[in-house]
C-alpha cells in the first residue's frame, strides 16, 4: 500500500497542478501521466544503453535517434532556462510520444494519443513539477501502481464513473485464481488504467516449463503476449490514454484498448472472442432501456448495470473461457426476476465454480460496498451446467478495514488460494468419504445380522481411521471454505450469497443464577451508598 511519505509528494505535486489553473482531477492526472511516460522512455532507454556497454554491443532499435537526444527526460531536466524546457517538451518531447504508435499499423495506443493536449504552458510549472516527480522513487513496478491508486483517489468523480482502482493485492489474487497461461486472450471489458491487464501480463511473464525456462520464450508466445493476448474496453477518452500508456510502459508493446461503451454497444465482431475475462466494473444504477445493447437485452431483459455486465462477460468469452469479476453483493441475493435470472443462466448453462465473500471494507477509502467474486466458466449448449459451487468467507485482506488501510497480520489470501489450487481434490476425497461412510453402513447391518459383534466394532474402529484420512473440511459449513451442491443452491431459488449456506457456531455462555446477580449487584449498591456517605462527611456542613 501507499506510504505516508509517498502521498505527501503525489499531495504537493497536486497542490502546485491546482495553484496554476489546472484543477480537473483528470486533467491533472493525464499531465502526469505524460511527465511519467516520457521519463519511462528515457529510463528504458538508460537501461538498454548500459547493457550494451556492459555486453560490448551495439544498441538495437533504440527509442531516441542522435537527433532527438535533447528531447529525453534525463537531459531536458537540467536545463536551467525554464522557457526553453518548456519548449523542448511541449513541442518537441510530447509530439514525439504522441506519434510513437504510428509506426505500428492499427495501434490502439495513436489512436487515443490523437487528441491529446498538453495542458502545462507556464514555465515555471513544468520546472517545478519536473523537480518535484524527480524526488518521487519510480524504480519498481508497485510504486508506479500505488503512485496511480493515490491520484486516482482524488477523482471527484470516483464512487459514480467507478473510476477508481482495484486494490492490487485484490487483482494479484483474481489473476491467481485464474491462472492464465501464454496463449489466452484476456479481457477487461471496464479496463480504466489497465490494472487487470498489468496484472495478468506480470503472472505470464513469470511462467516458467519443467526445466525452469520462460514460457514467454518459447516460439510465437511473445509475438502473441506484445500483438494480440490484451485487450480492454473503456467509454472516457482519458482513461483510453492513461491505460494505453500503463500497458506499454509495462512492456506490453501493442494492447489492444479500444473506446467501447460496453452496454450500449452490439458486441458483433468481439463476440466468442476471449479466453478469459478479469474485471471490476463500475456499477452505477440503471441505463435507459433504449440504450442498452440489443445482444444482452436478448439474455435478459434488465437496465441495472451489474446485471448486464453479467450477460456482458458471457457473451464475449469463448465456449471454455473463464472470468473472475467483482460483482455488487446484491447480485447474489437480489430477488427481482432478473436477478434470479442471471444466477439461473450461471448455474445451469454455464460452470459456476466459485463464490468468494470479500469484506465491506476492501475498496475503502473509495467506497464502502459489500462485494463478491465470481469465477466461472462458459459452456457449450450440450454441456452439463454447475455441479457444486465452492465457496470462501474472506475475512480479512491483510489490511485494517477501515479508511486508513493500515497493513495487519490477518490475511486470508494465500488459505484463500491454496484451497482454491486444493478444491478439486478435496472434492473427491470427500466423495471417497462418503462412499467409505455408506460402505460401512452396509458392513455394520450385515455384521449385525449375523450377530458378530466384535467384527461390528472392529468395522467401526477401521472406517473410522479411513474416513478420518480422506475426509475434508470442504463438507464443514463453519469452515471458511465449502462446497454447496447445484440441488441445494436451486431449492435456495439460486441464492448465491454466503450466509445463505454457512451455519455460524456461536459460543454458549454461561451466566449465574439470577439471585446471584442480584445478591452482588446489592453489594455493589452498598458500596456506592458506603462512598457517597464517606464523601458528604468530607464535605462537612
Known sequence: MITGELKSKIDKLWTTFWN??????????????????????????????RKSQ?????????????????????????IDDAETMLQIVRDEAFPFIKDLGQLSKGSTYAKHMKDAVFLIASPALLGTVIEQIEKIPMADRDTKGDLYEYMLSKLSTAGTNGQFRTPRHIIKMMVELLAPGPREVICDPACGTGGFLVAAA????????????????????LEHFNNQMFHGFDFDATM???????LMLHGIEQPIIEARDSLSEDHAGVEDSFTMILANPPFKGSLEKSTIAKDLSKIIDTTKTELLFMALFLRLLKTGGKGAVIVPDGVLFGSSKAHKDIRTILVEEHKLEGVISMPSGVFKPYAGVST???????????????????FYDMMADGFSLDDKRQPIAD??????????????????????STKLSDSTKLSDRTSTKLSDRTSTKLSDRTSTKLSDRTSTKLSDRKAKAFFVPREEIQANAYDLSINRYKEIEYEEVSYEPPKVILEKLRALEADIRQDLDALEEMLGD
Open 202 to 221: 506480470e503472472y505470464v511473464r513469470e511462467l516458467k516449463d519443467s526445466e525452469g525456462g520462460r514460457l514467454l520464450h518459447e516460439r510465437g508466445n
Open 372 to 390: 463478491a467474486i465470481l469465477i466461472f466458466t462458459k459452456l457449450g449448449v450440450r454441456e452439463k451446467g454447475t455441479d457444486f459451487v465452492w
Open 20 to 49: 496554476n489553473g489546472i484543477s480537473n482531477p483528470l486533467s491533472v492526472i493525464e499531465q502526469i501521466s505524460y511527465l511519467l511516460f516520457i521519463k519511462r522512455l528515457d529510463d528504458l532507454e538508460l537501461a538498454k544503453e
Open 240 to 246: 483510453l490514454r492513461i491505460g494505453s500508456m500503463n
Open 411 to 432: 490475511n486470508d489470501i494465500p488459505d484463500l488460494l491454496r484451497c482454491w489450487q486444493q478444491r478439486d481434490s478435496a472434492k473427491d476425497s470427500d466423495r471417497t
Open 54 to 78: 556492459r555486453l560490448g554491443e551495439k544498441l538495437e532499435n533504440p527509442t531516441f535517434s542522435p537527433s532527438q537526444q535533447h528531447i529525453r527526460w534525463s537531459h531536458f531536466k537540467n
